[in-house]
């Protein structure tokens, strides 16, 4: 494992430490791989728009509806 060193405004610390008092690490590592993934998505997604065209917006309303659902989806989880 490396050590990274990082600046932060005062009050996100603040926060920072009062979301995660115990293992603020382990906090930093999710939000990280949580946004690094929500850009591997979004890089995909417009590579299928570049191949197959924009989606149809009755489709998506029609599958945010079905992954809206209770239970859908499981509840995320803090590593």
Same mark, same amino acid.
């Given at each position: 494992?490396?050590?990274?060193?990082?600046?932060?405004? !005062?009050? +996100? %610390?603040?926060? $920072?430490?009062?979301?995660?008092?115990?293992? =603020?690490?382990?906090?930093?590592?999710?939000?990280?791989?949580?946004?690094?993934?929500?850009?591997?998505?979004?890089?995909?997604? !417009?590579? +299928? %728009?570049?191949? $197959?065209?924009?989606?149809?917006?009755?489709? =998506?309303?029609?599958?945010?509806?079905?992954?809206?659902?209770?239970?859908?989806?499981?509840?995320?989880?803090?590593?």
């Amino acid at each position: 494992m490396a050590k990274l060193s990082v600046s932060l405004p !005062d009050d +996100l %610390v603040q926060d $920072l430490k009062a979301a995660a008092p115990d293992n =603020v690490s382990a906090f930093v590592t999710t939000a990280v791989r949580h946004e690094l993934d929500r850009r591997r998505l979004h890089a995909f997604v !417009d590579e +299928l %728009v570049a191949e $197959l065209g924009p989606s149809d917006d009755a489709e =998506v309303a029609r599958y945010s509806e079905l992954f809206a659902a209770p239970g859908c989806l499981p509840a995320p989880t803090l590593a």
